[in-house]
């Protein structure tokens, strides 16, 4: 799957709670046209939406208001008993996100207590991907420097048994051009793409190699919800 047609589309119709939806390290940094805002995208296709984010321009500004009619509050997914109380969220998304937190079984299991039954879709790379076996022979990694642990098919199913997390499904999406086409001069750029094109295929024959995942389901067991 393409990540961001795939998170828009299941945020169609939705009021979702988006979480670290702001990034100052994209969103204030000059992009390619091609450049894409995972926000933005859910915007214009949800009932609703709420971005929470813990970086330092939200914290201090209390918030802000965004281009696309949002608002993007200050908040920690260690915390978001009170967003969840007052949003009511359809969906919660967590788009590039749990690679970089320090208890993410902890954080998303208090999600699923206070909200059961409420669906959540997580993305984050893939650590088995095509980009990191390739820069591997050139010793080197794929990796955000705030990466603080990488995921894996088995291990992403591991945290969503740990949640818990029901109804799950885990699904691979492909190398995406844009991220890199703005970091390459102009006569790179078509090379750009038709890596991406080459990439693809290969991603799409040997699903483990690509780019990223999808981890999706329903927050909480059966039993806590029927306790509810």
């Excluded at 990540?3 to 979480?19: I, P, Q, S, T, W």
């Excluded at 214009?44 to 929470?52: I, P, R, Y």
């Excluded at 794929?142 to 109804?167: C, E, K, M, W």
Aim: proline share 5%; charged share 25%.
């Amino acid at each position: 799957m393409d990540r961001y047609d795939y998170v828009k589309d299941k945020c169609r119709g939705l009021r979702v709670l988006d979480l670290g939806a702001y990034d100052e390290t994209e969103v204030d940094k000059r992009q390619d046209d091609s450049w894409r805002w995972l926000h933005a995208d859910i915007a214009s296709v949800a009932s609703e939406t709420l971005g929470v984010d813990a970086s330092d321009k939200i914290r201090e500004t209390g918030g802000i208001d965004t281009e696309v009619g949002t608002r993007i509050v200050h908040g920690m997914v260690e915390d978001l008993d009170p967003i969840v109380r007052d949003f009511k969220p359809d969906l919660v998304v967590a788009g590039e996100l749990i690679e970089h937190t320090h208890d993410t079984i902890g954080w998303l299991s208090s999600l699923a207590k206070a909200s059961p039954g409420t669906r959540v879709l997580a993305t984050t790379p893939n650590t088995t991907s095509i980009i990191n076996l390739v820069l591997a022979f050139l010793r080197r990694e794929n990796a955000h420097p705030d990466h603080i642990q990488v995921y894996s098919f088995r291990t992403l199913a591991t945290l969503a048994g740990r949640v818990p997390l029901r109804d799950v499904t885990i699904t691979p999406y492909y190398y995406d051009p844009h991220l890199f086409v703005g970091k390459v001069s102009g006569p790179a750029k078509p090379i750009v793409g038709i890596a991406g094109r080459i990439l693809r295929v290969i991603q799409y024959l040997f699903p483990l190699t690509s780019f990223g995942l999808i981890l999706e389901g329903t927050l909480g067991d059966e039993a806590g919800e029927e306790q509810q």
